[in-house]
């Protein structure tokens, strides 16, 4: 019996987190992260599992290690409000990125260099000034 459970008489509450599962599926979680990296997906759904897995992985620390699970709700809405806005903030930008990734594909019109293919260009003759 702990000095606290034998001044009040009774058994102590042990209704805190579990941190050894906490770290089981943190480490879970990491192991299938390097599992998603190491199959041949595509880019697309490699990134999109990898975020989802470290998602998952932030939300376990930030609701066991940094105690947010046995706080009040208030705190939690505090919490919460980072995360919408940095999503809508990554929506807002997802135009302006995929117009970015666009320019670096190659396009469909090629443009040629004249001098480069053996021709040998010849500048017009210059046209008669006004007046003259």
């Avoid at 599992?35 to 041949?40: D, N, P, R, S």
Wanted: glycine share 6%; proline share 8%; charged share 10%.
């Amino acid at each position: 019996m702990t000095t606290q459970a034998a001044i009040s008489g009774y058994e102590a509450d042990h209704s805190g987190p579990n941190y050894i599962a906490v770290f089981i599926y943190l480490a879970i979680l990491t192991g299938i992260e390097l599992g998603v990296y190491a199959m041949g997906l595509p880019q697309v759904a490699k990134v999109g599992l990898l975020v989802a897995l470290a998602w998952a992985k932030a939300v376990l620390v930030a609701m066991y290690f940094m105690h947010l699970a046995m706080e009040k709700r208030a705190l939690a809405i505090i919490a919460i409000i980072p995360v919408v806005l940095v999503t809508f903030l990554c929506f807002m930008l997802l135009p302006d990125l995929t117009t970015r990734m666009w320019t670096k594909f190659d396009h469909r019109i090629k443009v040629t260099n004249p001098a480069e293919m053996g021709a040998n260009p010849v500048a017009p003759p210059p046209r008669p000034l006004p007046g003259h």
